[in-house]
Antibody
Framework: QVTLKESGPVLVKPTETLTLTCTVS??????????VTWIRQPPGKALEWLAH???????SYTKSLRSRLTISKDTSKSQVVLAMTNMDPADTGTYYC???????????????WGPGTMVTVSS | DIQMTQSPSSLSASVGDSVTITCRAS??????LNWYQQKPGKAPNLLVY???SLQSGVPSRFSGAGSGTDFTLTISSLQPEDFATYYC??????????FGPGTKVDF
């Protein structure tokens, strides 16, 4: 059974760095057909793609937050970590990690999601 | 960046109704379009990938269609568990993808 689960602080202060961990099971982070993505959702709003890490370790970030984000992985621990610096109340929301699956012919989708972790930024 | 729009933003329907949600991309994305269902307090769930391929385990009353810039998600006979918010997402520029703003389906 494939699962992902996010963990990290529930509350962070403005200007602090948020570090979230996604622990996966049921698949390998080195599988060439799979990657892991972080997506967030402010309360009552739409989904926003943040960052992605490929099986080979290549990384990609959303342009608007590139300077604040770092994604990394530890394949032996089956974990993907997202760090976001200089947190602001506008960063409050639910943060999800999801598996990206390549279905072939260039078709990719987020087929399995973690339950999400709610992060509040407040002093 | 490719922008995604959805219409309507919300709709009211009844059990048994046929419902169609539209998603439009700001440029052609061929068939690199996915649909997700999200219920309150839950993570999104993949329904359709590649514009028209049903994800394993998803009921056949869900169907996706379209190519280029215009896409639809149809629920042929709405069930109580289908009341949720639906998002489209383009994967043409993967991994840098974008989501639509969502369509809420309620009573």
């Amino acid at each position: 059974q494939v699962t992902l689960k996010e963990s990290g602080p529930v509350l962070v202060k403005p200007t602090e760095t948020l570090t979230l961990t996604c622990t996966v099971s049921g698949f390998s982070l080195s599988n060439p057909r799979m990657g892991v993505t972080w997506i967030r959702q402010p309360p009552g709003k739409a989904l926003e793609w943040l960052a992605h890490i490929f099986s080979g370790g290549e990384k990609s970030y959303t342009k608007s937050l590139r300077s604040r984000l770092t994604i990394s992985k530890d394949t032996s621990k089956s974990q993907v970590v997202l760090a976001m610096t200089n947190m602001d109340p506008a960063d409050t929301g639910t943060y999800y990690c999801a598996r990206t699956l390549d279905y072939g012919s260039g078709r990719e989708a987020f087929d399995i999601w973690g339950p999400g972790t709610m992060v509040t930024v407040s002093s | 960046d490719i922008q995604m729009t959805q219409s309507p933003s919300s709709l009211s329907a009844s059990v048994g109704d046929s419902v169609t949600i539209t998603c439009r991309a700001s440029q052609s994305i061929t068939t690199y379009l996915n649909w997700y269902q999200q219920k309150p307090g839950k993570a999104p769930n993949l329904l359709v990938y590649g514009a028209s391929s049903l994800q394993s385990g998803v009921p056949s009353r869900f169907s996706g269609a379209g190519s280029g810039t215009d896409f639809t998600l149809t629920i042929s006979s709405l069930q109580p568990e289908d009341f949720a918010t639906y998002y489209c997402q383009q994967s043409y520029t993967t991994p840098r993808v974008t989501f639509g703003p969502g369509t809420k389906v309620d009573f």
